[in-house]
T-cell receptor, first 113, second 116 residues
Framework: EAQVTQNPRYLITVTGKKLTVTCSQNMNHEYMSWYRQDPGLGLRQIYY???????DKGDVPEGYKVSRKEKRNFPLILESPSPNQTSLYFC????????????FGPGTRLTVT | AQSVSQHNHHVILSEAASLELGCNYS??????LFWYVQYPGQHLQLLLKYFSGDPLVKGIKGFEAEFIKSKFSFNLRKPSVQWSDTAEYFCAVNRTNNNAGNMLTFGGGTRLMVKP
């Protein structure tokens, strides 16, 4: 089954404790991306990757890091999480350059206290 | 600032009522347009998309949307809603940035509640 998976699905952590949210896709997609969803703001793009070792900032990259060492994986790293990063995070992937349909993962609900 | 605007934040309808959700964007150039739906507790699913051609596009579950280039609009419609359409709806615009990557920008979402 073609899918995007994220782990963990739920995470509660404390300020300053580094964490990583994993994202994996099995569709051999070149394009992958991370979004955060906040009430009233819709989804905002954090980072995206056009292919292995190619990443670029989205609209809200501050406080986040990503890496793309393998085509199927695109982890999101929070080096020093803060309460304003409490949000629902979605990973997505797409074929080619990402100009067409993106497929979304199930989401990771992160709470930073 | 370049943006995607959804004017209705909350909509409440009775079953069988007609639905129209507004979406306007402010990007110039070539864009692809999407409507995604998020049912309670679930991830985003694609309802429909516009890339080129006929500006009236039909999607799943009886939804359709019309692209009006002169108005920078891509409104979502459904003639008769059902209780199962209760969800949050997001308009999204895919644009090419200066680095030749592609970025998807979402509107703030519209929460639709359909009363049985």
């Amino acid at each position: 089954e073609a899918q995007v998976t994220q782990n963990p699905r739920y995470l509660i952590t404390v300020t300053g404790k580094k964490l990583t949210v994993t994202c994996s896709q099995n569709m051999n997609h070149e394009y992958m991306s991370w979004y955060r969803q906040d009430p009233g703001l819709g989804l905002r793009q954090i980072y995206y990757s056009m292919n292995v070792e190619v990443t670029d900032k989205g609209d809200v990259p501050e406080g986040y890091k990503v890496s793309r060492k393998e085509k199927r994986n695109f982890p999101l790293i929070l080096e020093s999480p803060s309460p304003n990063q409490t949000s629902l995070y979605f990973c997505a992937s797409a074929a080619g350059t990402g100009f067409y349909e993106q497929y979304f993962g199930p989401g990771t609900r992160l709470t930073v206290t | 600032a370049q943006s995607v605007s959804q004017h209705n934040h909350h909509v409440i309808l009775s079953e069988a009522a007609s639905l129209e959700l507004g979406c306007n964007y402010s990007y110039g150039g070539t864009v692809n347009l999407f409507w995604y739906v998020q049912y309670p507790g679930q991830h985003l699913q694609l309802l429909l998309k516009y890339f080129s051609g006929d500006p009236l596009v039909k999607g799943i579950k009886g939804f359709e949307a019309e692209f009006i280039k002169s108005k920078f609009s891509f409104n979502l419609r459904k003639p008769s809603v059902q209780w199962s359409d209760t969800a949050e709806y997001f308009c999204a615009v895919n644009r090419t940035n200066n680095n030749a990557g592609n970025m998807l920008t979402f509107g703030g979402g519209t929460r639709l509640m359909v009363k049985p």
